[in-house]
C-alpha cells in the first residue's frame, strides 16, 4: 500500500499529477482544491511530498492501482470522511472537492444544501445525503488553512479598495474595472490597493 509519495512533478493534466520518484514515474490523481493549493504554493516546481489514498479500481478483467493525493493527512481524513457517504467512491469524491475543504466542511455543518449540489457531479439528491450522513462530524475540517483561498479573498480586498478610489476620482465603473483587471493580468502578486494604482497609473501614462 502506497501511503506517501515524494518527487518531482513530471507532467500535469486535468485532476492528475506525474510525479516521478525513485526512477518511475506515477499517476496520482488530486482534487482541485488540493491542486490550487499546491500550485499556489510552489507552482509544481522543486520537491514534492503527497499523501496519497492507494486503492484499487476493480474492473471486468483487472484490478486497477489508483492513487489520490492531498497536502497532508487531514485533507486525507476528510476525503475519507466524504466517501463514506453512500455512493460517492473515491473517483467520485476526488471530482467533487473542488472547492477549499474547509468550505465544504462548512457547508455541510450548516446543512447548506444549495453550495453542496454546486460541487461536481453531485446535485440535489446526493448534497442531501452528505448532509445527513456527516452534519456535526467535520467541525474540525473547517479549520483547514487553505492558503490559496485566503489569497484570492486578500486581492479581492485590494482590488475593491482601489476600485472605490477610482470611482471617488470619477472614472465609470466599468473603465475602472477594466484598469484594473488588466494590471493584475499584468503583475498578478500586487498586495495593496496603492500598489495597484501605480500599476494602473504607470499603464495609462505608458498608453499615452
Given amino acids: 500500500m502506497i501511503s506517501r509519495i515524494t518527487g518531482t512533478v513530471a507532467g500535469k493534466r486535468e485532476g492528475a499529477l506525474q510525479v516521478a520518484s525513485g526512477g518511475i514515474c506515477y499517476e496520482v490523481l488530486v482534487p482541485l482544491a488540493v491542486m490550487k493549493a499546491i500550485e499556489k504554493k510552489n507552482g509544481f516546481e522543486g520537491q514534492l511530498e503527497l499523501i496519497t489514498y492507494h486503492y484499487y479500481q476493480m474492473k471486468p478483467s483487472a484490478a486497477v492501482p489508483v492513487l489520490i493525493g492531498f497536502q497532508n493527512e487531514v485533507e486525507k481524513e476528510f476525503f475519507e470522511k466524504f466517501i463514506s457517504v453512500s455512493g460517492i467512491g473515491p473517483k467520485a469524491a476526488c471530482r467533487a472537492l473542488a472547492e477549499p475543504f474547509s468550505s465544504i466542511a462548512g457547508a455541510i455543518d450548516s446543512g447548506d444544501v444549495a453550495f453542496l449540489r454546486r460541487l461536481p457531479g453531485v446535485g440535489e439528491q446526493r448534497a442531501r445525503h452528505i448532509v445527513a450522513k456527516l452534519q456535526g ?72
Avoid: C, H, W
Avoid at 485590494?158 to 478610489?165: K, W
Avoid at 499584468?186 to 501605480?198: A, F, G, M, Y
Fill in 137 to 208: 462530524k467535520v467541525g474540525k475540517y473547517g479549520l483547514i488553512r487553505d492558503e490559496f483561498v485566503r489569497g484570492i479573498k486578500e486581492q479581492e480586498d485590494t482590488r475593491n479598495e482601489a476600485l472605490d478610489i477610482l470611482l471617488q476620482l470619477q472614472y465609470k465603473k466599468d473603465e475602472a474595472e477594466d484598469m484594473l483587471r488588466k494590471a493584475l493580468e499584468r503583475v498578478p502578486d500586487i498586495k495593496t490597493s496603492e500598489e495597484l494604482l501605480n500599476e494602473v497609473y504607470r499603464e495609462r501614462r505608458t498608453a499615452s
